[in-house]
Structures are given as C-alpha cells and as structure tokens.
C-alpha cells in the first residue's frame, strides 16, 4: 500500500499565504513527479504544479510568480508555497505522486484525499 497525506489547507483573507505538505510512504520503490491539483465546485481538477525527482518544475500559468513547488527527496514529500491567494484559489487541492511500487513495475498514480483552501476577499 502507498499512502498520500496533504496537510495545511484552511481558510485565509486574500493577499494571505498558506504551504501545503503532502508525503508518501508505504510500499514504494521510487518516486518520479510529484505534484499539486485543485478542484473548484463544478469544475475539472487541474494541474497547479508539478516537479521532478532532479527539481524540474512546471505551473500552471494561474499561479505562475505567486506559488512555489518545493520537494524533499529524503522525506517523499512535496510542499506548495502559496502567497498572494485569491478567492480564485479556492479549491481543494490534491497531491499527486508518481512512483513505482518496485524497481521491474511501471510507474502510477497515487493520490491523496485532499485539502480544503478557502481565501475570502
């Protein structure tokens, strides 16, 4: 079993920051992306960012200069910066890692539950 835990998320004023958390653990060999999605009510889930194992990063061009994806590689975990929310911000985010449960297995998706972000104007 791999296990994906987001922690963090919680209400905050616009112009305000919050940083996500979210580690794997469990039965996993290698972890190649990891990555940030958020899901508004009545909306697809979308991609926020993502990063590699050699620190590639990727954003979506929404939270481009206001977010930043960080990892520990040490720690399978992932962090997501957030200033300068925006009620548009409001989501539940999602961490999403990619990673191989042993070393002759393809990779695949794990998802966590989920974390609340609420930013009032």
């Known amino acids: 079993q791999v296990h994906v835990v987001e922690s963090g998320g919680g209400l905050v004023q616009a112009g305000g920051s919050l940083r996500l958390s979210c580690a794997a653990s469990g039965s996993i060999f290698s972890i190649d992306v990891m990555g940030w999605y958020r899901q508004a009510p009545g909306k697809q889930r979308d991609l926020v960012a993502d990063?590699?194992?050699?620190?590639?990063?990727n954003y979506a061009d929404s939270v481009k200069g206001r977010f930043t994806i960080s990892r520990d590689n040490a720690k399978n975990t992932v962090y997501l910066q957030m200033n300068s929310l925006k009620p548009e911000d409001t989501a539940v985010y999602y961490c999403?890692?990619?990673?191989?449960?042993?070393?002759?297995?393809?990779?695949?998706?794990?998802w966590g539950q989920g974390t609340q972000v609420t930013v009032s104007s």
């Open positions: 999403k890692i990619t990673g191989k449960r042993a070393f002759y297995r393809g990779p695949s998706d794990y």
């Open positions: 990063i590699t194992t050699g620190g590639i990063t």
